[in-house]
């Protein structure tokens, strides 16, 4: 199980591990975004510090109506004890986690700051 906390600004949010190739590797705090069919989006500068490789440019739409082109990097990210192999897309703003993470997993969510956020894998 995998658990987090809502935030101040009533977010569910997790502390998740990023590793890119070269074995470095960061912490970074997602905000749980069910809109979001991606893995994981990350800003420039933590994707620049992993050293995360490029993948491919891709076009995304985004929660304005405004379709825009996204680059894509491998990396993994540390999942319930395990480490997976994902798609970052690139993006100006805080981390994401999208549904593809979230996929045979249920998600629990008590909306208030504070309150528990667990992500269970299903049986």
């Known amino acids: 199980m995998i658990r987090g906390a809502v935030n101040a600004r009533h977010e569910a949010v997790l502390d998740l591990r990023i590793r890119g190739s070269s074995g470095i590797e960061v912490a970074v705090t997602a905000v749980i975004d069910t809109g979001s069919t991606a893995s994981l989006t990350l800003p420039h500068a933590t994707v620049a510090a992993l050293g995360l490789t490029y993948r491919a440019t891709n076009p995304a739409l985004l929660a304005n109506g405004v379709l825009h082109s996204c680059d894509m990097y491998d990396a993994e990210v540390e999942w319930d004890g395990v480490w997976l192999a994902i798609l970052v ?31 269970r894998a299903l049986p």
Not at 93 to 117: C, K, Q
């Open 89 to 119: 897309t690139e993006v100006d703003s805080d981390p994401l986690l999208g549904t593809r993470l979230l996929a045979g997993h249920e998600l629990y969510v008590e909306f208030n700051p504070g309150g528990v956020v667990e992500v």
